[in-house]
């Protein structure tokens, strides 16, 4: 069974850029749900899809958004990016959400500049 | 505020020796889940605990939750220098599907 897979891996952008990052779930997970990781504040929950619906959101301003596709994929998107948006986002699929197990890809490292 | 406070931050033991992390809240919590991160790569599940009082043991990883489900705890016996990552653990509140994690362990075992 193939794994969590986000892509790009590697990103770097300069300030007032936007940008997609994609996640591709296990197949026949239907929740997605999207984290930023930073040293200072650790792992910050960003939003969770299930079934094409954002069912939760975490306290992050409006320029982080994503979407769920029929097929479970997710975007996240951040516009008029800014230098504290540098962090590894991370994307979680699981069957059912929180209280099923999550499996984590391996992450995009987003770099502002 | 964090809803999920881990202690120790950072822990560097010698091979062999036991350690012990903690996960505490004010919060309570309908299940409680602990994950091992190494570097460049996602968490990765260790175990869930679901019920107030429990103990799960993994190899040599003994996992607690508490009996009001606010706090948790995970024991390492005879440390191995391949248990070192970061360790963070995550609730899940009743109703709620949203996954909480802690502030993270930062652990390093010393040949």
């Known amino acids: 069974k193939a794994g969590v897979t986000q892509t790009p891996r590697y990103l770097i952008k300069t300030r007032g850029q936007q940008v997609t990052l994609s996640c591709s779930p296990i197949s026949g997970h239907r929740s997605v749900s999207w984290y930023q990781q930073t040293p200072g504040q650790g792992l910050q929950f960003l939003f969770e899809?299930?079934?094409?619906?954002?069912?939760n959101k975490g306290n992050f301003p409006g320029r982080f958004s994503g979407r769920q596709f029929s097929n479970s994929r997710s975007e996240m998107n951040v516009s008029t990016l800014e230098l504290g948006d540098s962090a590894l986002y991370l994307c979680a699929s699981s069957s059912q959400g929180a209280r099923t197990e999550a499996f984590f890809g391996q992450g995009t490292r987003l770099t502002v500049v | 505020t964090q809803l999920l406070e881990q202690s120790p931050q950072f822990l560097s033991i010698q091979e062999g020796e036991n350690l012990t992390v903690y996960c505490n809240s004010s919060s309570v919590f309908s299940s409680l889940q602990w994950y091992r991160q190494e570097p460049g790569e996602g968490p990765v599940l260790l175990v869930t605990v679901v019920t107030g009082g429990e103990v799960k043991k993994l190899k040599r990883l003994t996992f607690q939750f508490g009996d009001a489900r606010k706090d948790s705890s995970l024991h390492i016996t005879a440390a191995q220098p391949g248990d070192t990552g970061l360790y963070l653990c995550a609730g899940a509140r009743f109703g709620n599907e949203k996954l909480t994690f802690g502030t993270g362990t930062r652990l390093t075992i010393i040949p």
């Open positions: 899809y299930f079934s094409e619906t954002q069912r």
